[in-house]
Nanobody, 118 residues
Framework: QVQLVESGGGLVQAGGSLRLTCVAS????????MGWYRQAPGKQRELVAT???????NYVDSVKGRFTISSDNAKNTVYLQMNSLKPEDTAVYYC????????????WGQGTQVTVSS
């Protein structure tokens, strides 16, 4: 079994910064594709950023230039540095990760709330 635990969410004023961390634990030999998603009240979950094992990144247009995804494969950890936050970034943020161990799994974290006040 694989568990993902997110941390780093909170309340911040517009223009501020937060850094989200997601750590995977369990039966893991290696990690693959990692990503961050978010879901605002009344809206569908959307993809925010992704990173491959090789370090290739991709971002939704609304966060380009403000958010940075990174990872530490040796620590089974993915980060999301969020700068210049806007009220519209308010959402629950979820990490998603491919892992390889006793079995291949795609796992989700429990979510961490990010609230940006104007």
């Amino acid at each position: 079994q694989v568990q993902l635990v997110e941390s780093g969410g909170g309340l911040v004023q517009a223009g501020g910064s937060l850094r989200l961390t997601c750590v995977a634990s369990g039966s893991i030999l290696s990690t693959g594709f990692m990503g961050w998603y978010r879901q605002a009240p009344g809206k569908q979950r959307e993809l925010v950023a992704t990173i491959t094992r090789g370090g290739r990144t991709n971002y939704v247009d609304s966060v380009k230039g403000r958010f940075t995804i990174s990872s530490d494969n040796a620590k089974n950890t993915v980060y999301l540095q969020m700068n210049s936050l806007k009220p519209e970034d308010t959402a629950v943020y979820y990490c998603n990760m491919q892992t390889y161990g006793l079995e291949y799994r795609i796992s989700w974290g429990q979510g961490t709330q990010v609230t940006v006040s104007s």
